[in-house]
């Protein structure tokens, strides 16, 4: 099973480089590249013209993005942490941080946590999942939220991970009953977020009426992280859990059928994350009506890998595909762009058409 610092640095390690049986991405879709925005040769505007940005939390982001919650607990992760803040500081952009359980578990580990000084004014999101804050006072929760100097909480819901995950959770009852205490008695909002499996309607329709207001899909299509336990079962020899893994490796709702499913019962915040690559694709789950999106392992990579100007070249690229995707579509800010003319097609199609009946 290994301690939680292990399997903290197994994460990163699968997620960067994979093994030698190949990485942790899904085999199907987000089902993004179902969305087709219609093209504007007439757009009267100047690339200049546009304004990709947003208010979240009462944090202005220059564009729609966060780099999403991953790690938290070793010292690579902290240093992951920090640079990948100070880069979401510089840019204006929304930072996660990885699940806070280590930081619970073992106070010592806090100060991988700590980045409020790298992104001073930027907005920041503490991660804690479902299963620990049950079993947690809410004064401990907020005292973990209060430590890191975070702007919003994402409680994090991940029963497929920890099904395969040697030694992971079991039981999880009450998820339901705590998300409704914490968003009754944090004191500060609380982010329903997946972990790569996604959010249906009929789940959104119950976290709503618990009262949560805001949600983070992190659907299928990107990384697997059923396909991440999958390895490390693998590699411990868990022949039971790795045959499970490799059954339920694809399981999920797409990330684009998540949000369209999540977007007309009336919450305030929407990201989209869960194989989030380019900013096209941040611009079609803009269109289907989410208020951000997250992207993880494509800057995790790209920052070890190739370090700081990797990453940075990422998040370039991925910010002027937005912006020519609004000027291609006559938006000029995000609200327009949820506006803009679409056809959706295929599976996504028949997704959005289950859910409403």
């Not at 249906?200 to 990384?223: I, Y």
Request: glycine residues 12%.
């Amino acid at each position: 099973m290994g301690t939680i610092g292990q399997r903290k640095a197994d994460h990163i390690a699968l997620c960067v480089d994979g093994d030698a049986d190949g990485d942790v991405g899904f085999k199907s879709s987000t089902l993004l590249e179902c969305v087709h925005l219609v093209h504007d040769g007439l757009p009267d505007m100047a690339v200049d013209d546009v304004d990709p940005s947003v208010t979240l939390f009462g944090k202005q982001l220059r564009a729609p993005i966060v780099i999403a919650s991953m790690t938290g607990g070793t010292d690579e992760a902290a240093q992951i942490n920090r640079e990948l803040a100070a880069i979401a500081e510089e840019r204006g952009y929304g930072f996660g941080l990885g699940s806070q359980r280590a930081m619970h578990v073992r106070p010592g580990t806090a100060p991988t946590y700590r980045v409020r000084d790298a992104i001073p004014r930027g907005l920041l999101f503490g991660n804690l999942g479902v299963v620990q804050a049950r079993s947690m006072r809410t004064d401990e929760i907020r005292a973990l939220v209060e430590q890191v100097g975070a702007d919003a909480l994402c409680v994090h819901l991940n029963p497929a991970m920890e099904l395969v995950q040697p030694g992971g959770d079991r039981d999880f009852t009450g998820g339901t009953e705590t998300l409704a205490r914490l968003a009754s008695d944090l004191g500060v909002p609380i982010i329903a977020k997946e972990t790569g499996c996604g959010i249906s309607r009929r789940v959104g329709e119950r976290l709503r009426a618990a009262g949560v207001r805001h949600v983070d899909v992190s659907g299928a299509g990107g990384t697997s992280w059923v396909g991440v336990e999958t390895k490390r079962a693998a590699a411990a020899g868990d022949g039971a859990a790795r045959a499970l893994g490799n059954a339920f490796w694809d399981w999920g709702v797409p990330t684009a059928a998540s949000v369209a499913m999540l977007s007309p019962l009336g919450f305030d915040t929407i990201i989209a994350t869960g194989g989030i690559a380019t900013g096209l694709d941040v611009a079609r789950a803009i269109a289907l009506g989410a208020n951000a999106a997250g992207m993880a392992r494509p800057i995790l990579r790209a920052l070890v890998q190739g370090g700081r100007a990797a990453a940075v070249s990422v998040l370039d690229r991925v910010e002027s595909e937005l912006r020519a995707a609004m000027l291609l579509t006559g938006s000029r800010d995000l609200a327009a762009l949820r506006r803009a003319p679409r056809v959706v097609l295929g599976d996504l199609a028949a997704w959005i058409a289950l859910s409403e009946k």
